[in-house]
Structures are given as structure tokens and as C-alpha cells.
T-cell receptor, first 112, second 115 residues
Framework: AQSVTQLGSHVSVSEGALVLLRCNYS??????LFWYVQYPNQGLQLLLK??????LVKGINGFEAEFKKSETSFHLTKPSAHMSDAAEYFC??????????FGKGTRLSVIA | DGGITQSPKYLFRKEGQNVTLSCEQN?????MYWYRQDPGQGLRLIYY???????QKGDIAEGYSVSREKKESFPLTVTSAQKNPTAFYLC??????????????FGDGTRLSIL
């Protein structure tokens, strides 16, 4: 079965530092992959998605992610963290025509 | 603006009581989903519906029921058989009738607690 693993339940960075949130997937076929962000007591908002084609995907708010098939990874990065980036981030994915599977989430804290 | 509306935002359930969570969308999406979110657990799929009058169980359907009588609406009932209902419940929708590369759009959730 498809699984999505997020490494690190909590990541803390200084304001202005690089943000790196890790996501690995297990799938025998290339999956569709998504990153979502959740602010407290709200639903999830789509940051970016990978379907096919270019492996470097740019999203909203300066985030991007790179699909690496050889490493079965889809890590999320942002060059410079802002205080407003503090939230919980979810990676999700699935092969075509199968239910979407979510990782357990990574809480990002940004220190001033 | 198009979107998904969940109500109420907070809900309390007494022992032995059924409660219904509302989810309405005006995005004209075919597919709708219900997820349960517990701290540190991510999102787990309860039920999904890809077309009116049809729905399928997800990974944790026991103790829950749904209906899909209208395209816009997908209410979730938490029955008394669900022994641990305290959680944050999220409704979502997406374009298309199959699991696809289309992203899911989420409501703002309902937090259910036991009295």
C-alpha cells in the first residue's frame, strides 16, 4: 500500500534561514504528490502539487519542492523563513486512481 | 467566492447521542471526502463520494455514516457506536469522479468533543 512518511514531527528554524521539510513516499509507480499547509483551527491549503513533467515544482508563498524518483522523495523548501510560515505542513500522495494518503505532518516553528 | 462550508465550528456530544456535521460546497465538484484529524496522526479517510447517491468507506468508517443526496452536500453523522469521537473533522472536495491529480479543497473543520 502507498505510504507517505514525513521525517520530523517538529522543525524549528530562525527567521531568514532555509526551511527544509522532508517527505518520502513508497510507491511502485510514480505518484501524484502534494504539499499542504494548515494554520491553527483551519483547514488545509494547497501549497503545490506534482503530477508529471518538471520535477521542480514552485508553489505559493515562495515554497518549492523537488520530485526525486531515485530517492522517492518530495522535500519542501523555502530559501528564507518568515514568521508567517509557522504552521503545520502535510505531504500527501497516491498513485493514479487510488485514495490519497497523508503524512503525519511536520510542525514548523520560526524563531525571531 | 466559491468554497467549502463546514458547520458548526465546535460541537459537543453527549454519551449515546448521534451528531451530524454539515459540509456544503459551491465549487461544483463531483467528489467529496471526510477526514478525521488527531494530533500527530495526520488525516485519516472516513468516507468519500465520487458522485451523487454513491459513497465508499475509507480507512476508519466504523461508527460513522454519510449521505450524498445532493452534489453540494455531504453530511457526516457520528453515531453512538463511535467510542472515541473527539477529533477535528475536515471535509474536502475535488474536481472529477476518480482519484486523480486534482488537489482537494478543504473546509475549516469541525471540532467535536465529548461532554
Amino acid at each position: 500500500a502507498q505510504s507517505v512518511t514525513q521525517l520530523g514531527s517538529h522543525v524549528s528554524v530562525s527567521e531568514g534561514a532555509l526551511v527544509l521539510l522532508r517527505c518520502n513516499y513508497s510507491s511502485s509507480v510514480p505518484p501524484y504528490l502534494f504539499w499542504y499547509v494548515q494554520y491553527p483551527n483551519q483547514g488545509l491549503q494547497l501549497l503545490l502539487k506534482y503530477t508529471t513533467g518538471a520535477t521542480l515544482v514552485k508553489g505559493i508563498n515562495g515554497f518549492e519542492a523537488e520530485f526525486k524518483k531515485s530517492e522517492t522523495s518530495f522535500h519542501l523548501t523555502k530559501p528564507s523563513a518568515h514568521m508567517s510560515d509557522a504552521a503545520e505542513y502535510f505531504c500527501a500522495g497516491a498513485p493514479k486512481n487510488t485514495p490519497l494518503v497523508f503524512g503525519k505532518g511536520t510542525r514548523l516553528s520560526v524563531i525571531a | 467566492d466559491g468554497g467549502i462550508t463546514q458547520s458548526p465550528k465546535y460541537l459537543f456530544r453527549k454519551e449515546g447521542q448521534n451528531v451530524t456535521l454539515s459540509c456544503e460546497q459551491n465549487l461544483n465538484h463531483d467528489a467529496m471526502y471526510w477526514y478525521r484529524q488527531d494530533p500527530g496522526q495526520g488525516l485519516r479517510l472516513i468516507y468519500y463520494s465520487q458522485i451523487v447517491n454513491d459513497f465508499q468507506k475509507g480507512d476508519i468508517a466504523e461508527g460513522y455514516s454519510v449521505s450524498r443526496e445532493k452534489k453540494e452536500s455531504f453530511p457526516l453523522t457520528v453515531t453512538s457506536a463511535q467510542k472515541n469521537p473527539t477529533a477535528f473533522y475536515l471535509c474536502a472536495s475535488s474536481i472529477g469522479r476518480g482519484w486523480s491529480n486534482q488537489p482537494q479543497h478543504f473546509g475549516d473543520g469541525t471540532r467535536l468533543s465529548i461532554l
